[in-house]
Each structure stands twice: as structure tokens, then as C-alpha cells.
């Protein structure tokens, strides 16, 4: 993820300002704290992650666990280059036994969960959610890129630990990452009017010095046999610092919709001075298209698109957006 990070733009001529008392919603605000060498970025989603959660009528624990992966989709992928996709997808055995989140850059989110009802009883937390399996992560830059899998076990942990886990794995950088999805009431003239709420922030650090970076296992597995402790890495001042800053953020603080994301890494990061790059926006839009599903039916042996007339029609719901296609038999080729 981080190898495919476009570095924005600094200008030496940044002015310096207030942070902006505005919140804007629905957006990634890159960030950078060169005084201890940390790079990081900032979700906040009101409306879009609303959208794309109330197309699909899940229970609210299954919403919220969808919800994180958005955030951790928004967090992992907004630095892609125009036309690059990022797809993150769980597959686990327990009550939410698959979701997947398509992020096309700059802008598009849509996402999907398949849950088994039945089985969802009191698990409420992400990691009683998903159970054990793993967590895969793709991105896709294009026919003349190469594709890049990354893959990290889920054992019972939340998405965050997940996170954790692949960026000390496969990345080897520093990383912390925050989560927090909610449901917000509010009332407005028709009286009170709920919607989701999502906001998350990522953290790195990325010394010029690579030594600098070096870090503690976060599992050392077996003792070692002589009996002896595991060894133990003594982390960069910087980046203790960095870890104790982000290790305040309150989940409320990621999704107020009055708290500005400028105001909150202000409020994080002012002993320091905080640099903040311009937002990008973010938007629920599937892609799906009548044109597609065509495609896709006669690509279909004849004796399946046969098996898929139903009333007289074929019907097709596309799992991301819910929206419905209908054919005539014709159409779809299952005569
Ligand atoms: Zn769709």
C-alpha cells in the first residue's frame, strides 16, 4: 500500500493559517507532521457511507462492521493514481462471513456484506463479527500495471489489529490506524432523522533513516527454548510520540459532525505543527450498468440463463447497490 503512495506536493511556500472550523464531510485529508516524521491521513464519511450502508438492510452490528472497512478502504487507497482500484475483502467463519469493499480512485466507494443471520446472536465487535480467516487486499492500477494482493489472517481481532498486523508484516512500517463507525440522530424539521457516520485516521512513520523504523513484534510467538526473554526493540522517540498522539483519539472525536477534521489534527498535532494537504472527496457510486449485466448473462451457458427465468423475466440484483435489472428472456438470451 504504502510503496504505491504518491507523495502530494509540498510546497515550501505553504502558508500557515488557523485550521478551518468547517467540518467537510465525506473526504480524506492527507497530513504530515514533518517534525517527527509522520505521514498520515484522515476519513471523515457522513452522507456517502450512509448511502452506501442504508441501500442494503443489515442489522445495525453488520452496518458498523461495514462501515469500518469503508474507512479502512478510504484510508489504504485514497493515495492511489487516477483510475486505480482498491479492493478490500474478508472472507472468515464467522456470522459476517464475507464483505468487500471496491474503491475506484479518486472518488468511488461501494461495498457489500453477506451475514448469516441466525447466527449473529450477541456478537456485537468486529472480531466476534468475522471470526477467523483472513483479510485481502488489492490493488489494481490499470492493464498495464501488475496486481498486488496483500493477505493477513483475521483471528478473532478487529479490522484495526488486522491493519496493524499487515503493515508490521508485509510493509515493515510503522503504522497505527483508527476506526469508529456510528449511528447519529439528529432532528431537523420532520423530526429526528438518523444516518451513519464514519470517520478513521492512519498514521506512519517514515524516517529518512530506515534504522530509525525499526520495530517490536507485535506476537514472538514461541518462547524462545533456552528459556531466555524475546528480544526487544526499543521504538524511535518520535514514533512514541506518535503512537501516544493517535492513542487519544476518541471514537466520538473521528465522527462528530461538528468537530472539523483540520480541528481535530490541530487539536492532535499543534505542539508539533501539522501540515494538511488538500481534502479529496469521496462518493458512494456503483458501477454496475444495464449494459454490464447483459454482458454478463451471455456469458452464461444457455442452460443456466434458461435456469435464471423467473415470472416470465430474468431479474438481476447487483450485490453492491441493490439495483435491479430485468430482461426478457429474449434479452437475456434464455429462450
Ligand atoms: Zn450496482
Not at 515550501?12 to 514533518?34: C, G, H, K, N
Request: charged share 25%; proline share 7%; with cysteine.
Amino acid at each position: 500500500m504504502t510503496s504505491q503512495m504518491s507523495d502530494p506536493a509540498i510546497s515550501l511556500e505553504t502558508p500557515v493559517r488557523a485550521p478551518s472550523s468547517v467540518p467537510v464531510d465525506d473526504a480524506v485529508i492527507p497530513f504530515e507532521v514533518s517534525a517527527l516524521d509522520l505521514r498520515g491521513r484522515l476519513t471523515r464519511l457522513g452522507p456517502a457511507l450512509d448511502e452506501l450502508l442504508v441501500r442494503h438492510d443489515y442489522p445495525a452490528p453488520v452496518a458498523k462492521l461495514l462501515g469500518e472497512a469503508v474507512v479502512l478502504t478510504t484510508l489504504l487507497g485514497s493515495s492511489l493514481k487516477f483510475d486505480g482500484r482498491f479492493i478490500l475483502q474478508t472472507q472468515t467463519d464467522g456470522p459476517v462471513s464475507f464483505l468487500i469493499v471496491d474503491f475506484r480512485a479518486p472518488a468511488r466507494l461501494r461495498a457489500y456484506a453477506r451475514f448469516d443471520q441466525a447466527r449473529l446472536g450477541d456478537a456485537l465487535d468486529s472480531g466476534a463479527l468475522l471470526g477467523r480467516g483472513h483479510l485481502a487486499m488489492t490493488i489494481d492500477q490499470g492493464p498495464d500495471m501488475s496486481r498486488y494482493q496483500g493477505l493477513v489472517a483475521l483471528e478473532g481481532g478487529s479490522l484495526e489489529d488486522a491493519a496493524h498486523e499487515y503493515f508490521l508484516r508485509s510493509e515493515q512500517i510503522p503504522t497505527r490506524v483508527r476506526l469508529a463507525v456510528g449511528e447519529e440522530w439528529r432532528r431537523d424539521g420532520n423530526g429526528p432523522k438518523r444516518g451513519w457516520r464514519g470517520g478513521g485516521m492512519l498514521l506512519q512513520f517514515l524516517p529518512k533513516a530506515p534504522e530509525r523504523a525499526r520495530q517490536a513484534d507485535l506476537d514472538p510467538g514461541d518462547a524462545p527454548p533456552d528459556g531466555s526473554a524475546a528480544h526487544t526493540v526499543a521504538e524511535d522517540d518520535a514514533w512514541v510520540e506518535g503512537q501516544s498522539l493517535i492513542g487519544t483519539v476518541e471514537d466520538i472525536e473521528l465522527i462528530d459532525p461538528d468537530l472539523s477534521g483540520e480541528r481535530l489534527l490541530y487539536r492532535l498535532f499543534h505542539e508539533r505543527g501539522v501540515r494538511v494537504f488538500p481534502p479529496q472527496a469521496l462518493q458512494a457510486q456503483c458501477s454496475c450498468s444495464r449494459d454490464a449485466v447483459e454482458a454478463m448473462l451471455k456469458s452464461f451457458a444457455p442452460q443456466d440463463r434458461s435456469g435464471m427465468v423467473k415470472d416470465g423475466k430474468v431479474a438481476v440484483t447487483c450485490e453492491f447497490c441493490s439495483s435491479v435489472y430485468e430482461f426478457t428472456p429474449q434479452q437475456a438470451g434464455a429462450e
